[in-house]
């Protein structure tokens, strides 16, 4: 039975994590806010003044995805864009007097999805759980990345099928 438990442990993280940014995205939405709005803007928070080539790597969008989102932004009055000195075909991203509203909202709602979350675990439970999962963290963050032969069906030579995968 625990073996059981331990082989699905992948599903497990991921519908977590799903369920999770499922709940946090109906509480952001009574605000007309998306997720990639939130995860941009506390971004910039802590990276006043990076490029939009280095903050669509940071929140993993497509450049044109951003692009975007910071036009809403933009409009919003929550970003402003400006001429990196290095480069003035480059643009540098700021945050505006008006996004600290917004993202104290945003870091209120993560509490709240947080506290629903974590609901019946101690504090000490919550903080071992925080640890282990930044080892695992760490863990992934640390591998190489597989040679590209690696869909090799357990090195018989034979490629796995998408199915088998």
Same mark, same amino acid.
């Given at each position: 039975?625990?073996?059981?438990?331990?082989?699905?442990?992948?599903?497990?993280?991921?519908?977590?994590?799903?369920?999770?940014?499922?709940?946090?995205?109906?509480?952001?939405?009574?605000?007309?806010?998306?997720?990639?709005?939130?995860?941009?803007?506390?971004? +910039? *928070?802590?990276?006043? @003044?990076?490029?939009?080539?280095? $903050?669509?790597? /940071?929140? =993993?969008?497509?450049?044109?995805? &951003?692009?975007?989102?910071?036009?809403?932004?933009?409009?919003?009055?929550?970003?402003?864009?400006?001429?990196?000195?290095?480069?003035?075909?480059?643009?540098?991203?700021?945050?505006?007097?008006?996004?600290?509203?917004?993202?104290?909202?945003?870091?209120?709602?993560?509490?709240?999805?947080?506290?629903?979350? +974590? *609901?019946?675990?101690? @504090?000490?439970?919550?903080?071992? $759980?925080?640890? /282990?999962? =930044?080892?695992?963290?760490?863990? &992934?963050?640390?591998?190489?990345?597989?040679?590209?032969?690696?869909?090799?069906?357990?090195?018989?030579?034979?490629?796995?099928?998408?199915?088998?995968?």
């Amino acid at each position: 039975m625990a073996a059981d438990r331990f082989r699905q442990l992948g599903f497990l993280l991921k519908d977590v994590s799903r369920r999770y940014t499922r709940r946090f995205e109906e509480r952001a939405h009574r605000f007309a806010l998306t997720l990639p709005q939130c995860r941009v803007l506390i971004l +910039l *928070q802590s990276n006043q @003044g990076v490029s939009q080539k280095r $903050l669509a790597e /940071l929140a =993993e969008l497509d450049p044109m995805t &951003l692009v975007r989102i910071l036009d809403r932004m933009e409009a919003d009055g929550w970003v402003q864009r400006r001429f990196d000195p290095a480069d003035r075909r480059a643009h540098t991203m700021w945050l505006t007097v008006a996004a600290e509203t917004v993202l104290e909202q945003i870091w209120r709602l993560i509490g709240e999805t947080r506290t629903e979350m +974590l *609901q019946g675990l101690s @504090g000490e439970e919550c903080a071992q $759980l925080v640890a /282990l999962i =930044e080892r695992v963290h760490a863990n &992934l963050s640390a591998l190489p990345p597989l040679p590209a032969d690696s869909a090799d069906d357990a090195g018989n030579g034979r490629k796995a099928t998408r199915s088998e995968r």
